[in-house]
């Protein structure tokens, strides 16, 4: 009796704690029937790549002179400090392709499926992950894409984003009406985002913004599952008085 009580007691004891856990994973990831920016289905792309074995400046070269870019996937947020770290190089066409159709910024704010494949030629697949691409470094003058970093995203990564902003209803502002102008301070904002729910933007609301009117990071409209990480008191755009030269062009 003694024993079946205690088997009980610890039975009830581990339901208590998967349930705690089940209610602190909901809050981490509220349910939240929302409206919220989402990805275009029309760059949902898988971007291939294939091993490469070494680094330096001579095998980057070769790779570009090749039509490939030298990229490196991390292990989520620690990849730099030690963590699962490839080697490899994607197709340079297709990144660029990407990056002109998304804009830099969305593109670093957008998840793509990744295949990592042994060569060229070979149809298996050493790696197939979700990435987010970290970083793109462009040509100056030609934008041609020179090397990519990329960090792996599963469903359980809190990965930081810079997440661009895109303003609209400056057509109906009072303060632009007024012949203010836009003062754009931030055009990117740093969260911490469960992977399945990163924005590909935030959209920043200027309908009712007048004269000497701003808004904050603090304002800005995201799922409740994304946390700040800037300070919520600094400003992203404010509606401006006139310009000096435009003031002495009126008198």
Known sequence: MLIRRIVLTKSLHHFRLLNNYATAAAAVVPDVDDDFPKPD???????????????????????????????????????????????????????????????????????????????????????????????????????????????????????????????????????????????IIKRTVKFICPADLIPPYIDVDLSELDVNQKLLMGDLRVHPALKLIQPRDHPVVKIAGARVSDQ????
Request: net charge positive.
């Open 41 to 183: 289905p029309k760059y949902a792309e898988t971007i291939h790549a294939v091993v490469r074995v070494t680094s330096g400046k001579n095998i980057a070269a070769k790779e570009r002179k090749a039509g490939r870019v030298p990229s490196i996937v991390f292990e989520q947020e620690d990849g730099q400090h030690g963590g699962n770290k490839r080697l490899i190089s994607v197709q340079a066409n297709q990144i660029r392709k990407l990056v002109n159709h998304l804009g830099r910024s969305q593109f670093l704010s957008r998840l793509f499926d990744l295949e990592v494949h042994p060569d060229l030629e070979s149809q298996d697949v050493i790696e197939k992950v979700r990435v987010l691409p970290r970083k793109v470094h462009l040509e100056a003058g030609s934008d041609a894409p020179l090397n990519v970093t990329f960090i792996r995203a599963p469903s359980s990564a809190l990965l930081k984003v810079e997440v661009p902003l895109v303003f609209r209803g400056e057509d109906v502002s009072p303060g632009l009406k007024k012949g203010s102008y836009l003062n």
């Open 248 to 251: 002495k062009k009126s008198k």
